[in-house]
């Protein structure tokens, strides 16, 4: 597996900008899993294939969360997750959660009530409001460490992922695939929190897609690549 990502890495690099291109990826002041030291988290992303690859090493249990901006209207980005687990304690889920900024037109759907971990100034997002994981598109969503995927997205209550049945144990790595649709720019920058080991019962089960392979494999060299040339 090692060799194969290393090989596909050297097909992408000339379509592959650092964290000075657009869109932009950072880190939201509630964060609170994510080490922000620039050495273990930055972004690249791949214009052409409209990719953007994230790495992050965790050392907390709480939310990690980013924020994202720049991204063209009605675009498919394809996000590729390499979480390097350093909280200590084992995964055995990773859930996400996409939120909108709070105060806009398209607020009227949203349930009255927002979960405890939704920062100030952000709200969940509805099945309205142009922002979600890409849903009805049929784009991979995909985990190496986790073999399951539930959604749900097609209430106003949230657009929400689960990866689950697998373990990340401490000093581990989980890779995450799945894509990003925004069409309207009041919901820019949006959130997304990633919340290990959360779970929640009303999440309906959907088919996880098959990878692209190879264009998966090849963002995961690149950033193994990087964390190499960095340590």
């Known amino acids: 597996m090692n060799a194969l990502k290393t090989a596909f890495a050297a097909a992408l690099l000339a379509g592959t900008s650092l964290a000075a291109a657009q869109p932009i990826v950072t880190l939201h002041p ?15 992303f791949n214009n052409s294939a409209k990719r953007i690859a994230i790495n ?6 709480g939310p990690g969360v980013l924020s994202f901006s720049g991204l063209a209207l009605g675009t498919y980005y394809e996000i590729n997750i390499s979480a390097f687990n350093s909280s200590g304690a084992a995964w ?18 949203d349930p009255g009530a927002q979960p405890a ?18 849903q009805g598109s049929s784009r991979p969503r995909f985990s190496y460490e986790f073999s399951k995927v539930l959604a749900d997205e097609l209430s106003d209550q949230r657009d929400f992922l689960d990866f689950y049945d697998g373990i990340v144990a401490p000093r581990q790595q989980a890779w995450l695939q799945f894509s990003v649709i925004n069409t309207s720019a ?11 080991n959360a779970f929640s019962a009303t999440v309906v089960p959907v088919p996880a897609a098959l990878p692209l392979l190879a264009s ?8 193994a690549r990087r964390r190499k040339q960095a340590a």
């Open 56 to 61: 992050q090493t965790w050392t907390g249990n």
């Open 92 to 109: 055995s889920r990773m859930a996400l959660e996409l939120l909108d900024p709070a105060g806009n037109s398209n607020d009227t759907l």
């Open 186 to 196: 009041e919901n820019t920058p949006f959130l997304l929190v990633q919340r290990p």
């Open 216 to 223: 998966g494999l090849a963002i995961f060299g690149l950033i």
């Open 117 to 134: 971990f939704v920062p100030v100034g952000f709200s969940t997002s509805n099945d309205g409001d142009g922002l979600s994981f890409a």
């Open 30 to 44: 509630s964060n609170v899993g994510i080490n922000p030291d620039p050495s273990t988290f930055y972004f690249m």
